[in-house]
């Protein structure tokens, strides 16, 4: 069983970079099919896909937010990496990081169903 641990900073402030690792066990990211998805949820607000990168390296983004993000790999380390830029405090959510097939990306899928495994998730904080 995949396991996705979320870690970073829970404090940005305002017009910075924010940037949040998801470590992999159980499994390795650059297995065949497999996409590595980050997915968040501002408070009293519903999911958002925002972007995931698949087993090639292949990179994929919500167009939303396209011009703000980034996702990268180290294969060595078995981690993927967000990065967040300009954030402001509507920026301010619990981050997700899951793993699932191709079809997660092509619906930009927030449902857990969907996921082979997802991340705990870690809280982020937007304020000077």
């Known amino acids: 069983q995949v396991q996705l641990q979320e870690s970073g900073p829970g404090l940005v402030k305002p017009s910075q970079t924010l940037s949040l690792t998801c470590t992999v066990s159980?499994?390795?990211?650059?297995?065949?099919?497999?996409?590595w998805t980050w997915i968040r949820q501002p408070p009293g607000k519903g999911l958002e896909w925002m972007g995931a990168?698949?087993?090639?390296?292949?990179?994929y983004y919500n167009p939303s937010l396209k011009s703000r993000t980034s996702i990268s790999r180290d294969t060595s380390k078995n981690q993927f990496t967000l990065q967040l830029s300009s954030v402001t405090p509507e920026d301010a959510a619990v981050y997700f990081c899951?793993?699932?097939?191709?079809?997660?990306?092509?619906?930009?899928?927030?449902?857990?169903?969907?996921?082979?495994?997802w991340g705990q998730g870690t809280q982020v904080t937007v304020s000077s």
């Open positions: 990168i698949a087993y090639t390296g292949r990179t």
């Open positions: 159980g499994g390795s990211i650059t297995t065949d099919y497999f996409y």
């Open positions: 899951a793993t699932g097939g191709l079809h997660t990306v092509g619906l930009h899928s927030t449902s857990r169903d969907q996921y082979d495994s």
